[in-house]
């Protein structure tokens, strides 16, 4: 039950303080330094290569590659694209498990920008999560173009960014411009009408550590 409650509120990610209204910087992040790990997430409209900070944001690259060395990704989607109104060529994209509690790790505890150094400057992948700072599982965003309100503050944890988009850019814009509707309170209409399909999520670099956790959505259940 503790998971189905989690998962009930997934939906309701960046439902505060999150705005896209902020100025457009041309310079495009770039991960740095060693202890990076390299993503591939293959979707029904191209690939998307991350590089994850394994050294600047441990925990949070963790749980992303727990999700993806389990295949819990795969068979997933892209199910939101929140675009800015003044330049819709900006914003950011959403993808993971959405609500399917039968996918969700525990959560971890969050790891502000403060004390990662790693920002949502244009193609950062960070955590969604909800309105508990430590309630981040198996949901993200991608933003395009930076989104400064989302690092943390004095007076705001913020999110988790963990790493950067190195190829993509094609596909995310894609995304990104998908035709949306429905949705509710931040949410409304920023829902993908046709949600784009994670095929797969593959690590490129390492060795999988699969957690070994039962995966209850791969049971077939007889009819």
Request: proline share 9%; no cysteine; net charge positive.
């Given at each position: 039950?503790?998971?189905?409650?989690?998962a009930?509120?997934?939906?309701?990610?960046?439902?505060?303080?999150?705005?896209?209204?902020?100025?457009?910087?041309?310079?495009?992040?770039?991960?740095?330094?060693?202890?990076?790990?390299?993503?591939?997430?293959?979707?029904?409209?191209?690939?998307?290569?991350?590089?994850?900070?394994?050294?600047?944001?441990?925990?949070?690259?963790?749980?992303?590659?727990?999700?993806?060395?389990?295949h819990?990704?795969?068979?997933?989607?892209?199910?939101r694209?929140?675009?800015?109104?003044?330049?819709?060529?900006?914003?950011?994209?959403?993808?993971?498990?959405?609500t399917?509690?039968?996918?969700?790790?525990?959560?971890?505890?969050?790891?502000?920008?403060?004390?990662?150094?790693?920002?949502?400057?244009?193609?950062?992948?960070?955590?969604?999560?909800?309105?508990?700072?430590?309630?981040?599982?198996?949901?993200?965003?991608?933003?395009?173009?930076?989104?400064?309100?989302?690092?943390?503050?004095?007076?705001?944890?913020?999110?988790?960014?963990?790493?950067?988009?190195?190829?993509?850019?094609?596909?995310?814009?894609?995304?990104?411009?998908?035709?949306?509707?429905?949705?509710?309170?931040?949410?409304?209409?920023?829902?993908?009408?046709?949600?784009?399909?994670?095929?797969?999520a593959?690590?490129?670099?390492?060795?999988?550590?699969?957690?070994?956790?039962?995966?209850?959505?791969?049971?077939?259940?007889?009819?």
């Open positions: 039950m503790i998971f189905l409650r989690r009930a509120f997934i939906l309701a990610l960046f439902a505060t303080g999150l705005t896209l209204a902020a100025p457009i910087d041309a310079r495009r992040a770039k991960p740095v330094g060693k202890g990076l790990v390299r993503v591939r997430l293959v979707t029904s409209q191209g690939p998307i290569v991350l590089a994850l900070e394994a050294r600047r944001a441990p925990a949070t690259t963790a749980n992303f590659l727990a999700y993806v060395d389990d819990r990704f795969d068979g997933t989607s892209f199910y694209a929140a675009r800015r109104k003044a330049d819709p060529r900006f914003g950011f994209i959403q993808g993971g498990i959405q399917d509690a039968r996918r969700i790790l525990p959560p971890f505890p969050l790891e502000p920008t403060s004390k990662t150094g790693v920002l949502h400057l244009d193609g950062a992948i960070s955590m969604a999560r909800r309105a508990d700072p430590d309630s981040a599982g198996g949901n993200f965003i991608i933003t395009l173009g930076p989104i400064p309100s989302l690092d943390a503050t004095a007076t705001s944890p913020g999110y988790a960014a963990f790493g950067y988009v190195i190829s993509g850019r094609a596909t995310m814009e894609r995304i990104l411009a998908a035709p949306t509707g429905g949705g509710t309170d931040s949410m409304r209409g920023q829902m993908i009408i046709h949600p784009i399909r994670l095929i797969r593959e690590r490129l670099d390492g060795v999988p550590k699969p957690t070994g956790q039962v995966k209850p959505w791969l049971i077939k259940v007889p009819r």
